[in-house]
């Protein structure tokens, strides 16, 4: 398996764009989470699914953050509009079942100026 | 509240020189204590997974230990290459079902 796929691995955009970013988990994992890292607060987790369906969406910041999963391969993860302070490295995890250990993909480091 | 605190923040060790990484955790309902390597630029790397007092892990020169209070990742003989960040994790297995992260120990190993 070539593991979690995330895109686009830099994104550098002005204050007030939207921004997608996305992710392909592990075939097969049932578990899907979004995290926000950064060297202040370490890893946050943003959002997780569970079959596509979202089961807690706490972490997310604010109304401007947002995320799905459409079909079991695919999910995104949308700041709109973003903000100097969304800058930071988001990453996508998967996992086989709730409690397991999660695999991670390379991350998108996101810079907003 | 649920927390997770690893120590020291950071760490330089000579090549050889064998040491212990801690994570201390305060989670009601445990039901797993994850260990994780991160290299720069690059996602967390999972390690080991414990789950009882007394388990005990090892990957060549990593090995990992676990008390009711804190884990330790001991590291025998490091080389360069085991330089990185290392993350613990706790899972909280209660109503709020997530895993609880330590900020890391960066780790240097010096040739």
């Known amino acids: 398996d070539a593991g979690v796929i995330q895109s686009p691995r830099h994104e550098v955009t002005e204050m007030g764009q939207e921004v997608t970013l996305r992710c392909k988990p592990i075939?097969?994992?049932?578990?899907l989470f979004w995290y926000r890292q950064t060297m202040m607060r370490g890893l946050e987790l943003l959002i997780y699914?569970?079959?596509?369906?979202?089961?807690?969406d706490s972490g997310m910041p604010e109304d401007r953050f947002s995320a799905k999963m459409p079909n079991a391969s695919f999910s995104t993860l949308k700041i709109q509009p973003s903000e100097p302070r969304d800058s930071a490295v988001y990453f996508c995890?998967?996992?086989?079942?709730?409690?397991?250990?999660?695999?991670f993909g390379p991350g998108t480091r996101l810079t907003v100026t | 509240e649920d927390q997770v605190t690893q120590s020291p923040e950071a760490l330089r060790l000579q090549e050889g020189e064998s040491s212990s990484l801690n994570c201390s955790y305060t989670v009601s309902g445990l039901r797993g204590l994850f260990w994780y390597r991160q290299d720069p630029g690059k996602g967390p790397e999972f390690l080991f997974t414990l789950y009882s007092a007394g388990e005990e892990k090892e990957k060549e020169r990593l090995k990992a230990t676990l008390t009711k209070k804190e884990s330790f990742l001991h590291i025998t003989a490091p080389k360069p290459e085991d330089s990185a960040t290392y993350l613990c994790a706790a899972y909280n297995a209660g109503n709020n079902r997530k895993l609880i992260w330590g900020l890391g120990t960066s780790l240097a190993v010096n040739p």
């Open positions: 075939s097969g994992h049932d578990y």
């Open positions: 995890a998967s996992s086989f079942e709730e409690g397991y250990e999660q695999y």
């Open positions: 699914f569970n079959n596509n369906v979202p089961i807690d």
